[in-house]
């Protein structure tokens, strides 16, 4: 029997996920009433006071976070709530700014072995002034989530110069070789993968899994598990545990790869990010990955309570 707690969802923001946050959140909210808790929602604004105010009234005894992008998963809210001795979900402060911020990511993925792809940081007017990596190669913000401000340059393709002219997503641009094939997800929970994800983007886009193709319903087809060899699998599921544990993780999180399958017989893992906050919407891949491991939508919010901490 689940002991009811009070429990405020985080949700909104600051980020261009907002309102995919906002979708995550109610999801969330609704699960964990039908558990028998006592929800409380708050919108996690522009005025810091008037959130620290509002978690003082409700007083919750579990920040739920539901949170997306800046503000949510790079650290923030996470060093507001140990400020406050507050318990929450998902990482803390270190492990969340780490994996937020990409190039910081890529550099522990490195140093324990994981395989990314060839890549740099750079700005906006070195990218104007010539090609970073031979084409194709793709540019991403550091520091977005859901695929915001991501980008394929091609060879022949004259978007350099116009995306690096309306680059809007900071300071730094990662770029990294462009990786063919297949993209494939690994949800974890604490130190066990659930299982592998194929991702075929439907829409009218780039060809990759996309803002849209993320939260569009029919924007994608999720297939689970992936039909792909059960060593590549295996190799996919250890690596998203293992990327989960370099970055100092804590309840669930979700490692995106990109599988380069077009040379037969010699299948090539590339990994990508890890995402902190995995969405909670209808259309969410960590959701639909622990149904099919026979985890209901209210379990896993329930699970994720559970192994909620104080950090301070």
Known sequence: MTTPRRITVLMGGLSSEREVSFASGQGVAAALASLGHKVSTLDAGTDLATLVAALNAQK??????????????????QGILDWMGLTYTH???????????KAAARAVFIAA???????????????????????????KPVSEGSSVGVSIIRE????????????AYGPQILAEAFIPG????????????????DITPCGDGEGFYDYTAKY???????????????????????????AHRALGCAGASRADFRLDDTQPGAPRLVLLEVNTQPGMT????????AAYCGISYAELCGWLVEQAACRQ
């Not at 022949?156 to 680059?167: F, P, V, Y």
């Not at 209808?282 to 990955?289: A, D, V």
């Open 60 to 77: 919750p005894d579990i920040v739920f976070n539901a949170l997306h992008g800046r503000f949510g998963e790079d650290g923030c809210i």
């Open 91 to 101: 990482s803390g402060v270190r492990a969340s700014a780490t994996a937020m911020d």
């Open 113 to 139: 072995g994981l395989p990314v792809a060839e890549g740099m940081v750079l700005d906006a007017q070195t990218l104007a002034k010539a090609d970073p990596l031979p084409p194709p190669y793709v540019v």
């Open 156 to 167: 022949g393709s004259n978007a350099r110069a116009r995306i690096a002219r309306e680059w």
């Open 182 to 197: 297949r993209e494939i997800t690994v949800g974890v929970l604490g130190d066990r993968a659930l299982t592998v994800t």
């Open 216 to 242: 569009t319903t029919g924007g994608s087809r999720h297939e689970l598990p992936a039909r792909i060899d059960a060593q590549t699998a295996e190799q996919a599921m250890r690596i998203a545990v293992e």
């Open 282 to 289: 209808p259309t969410s891949l960590l959701p639909e990955q």
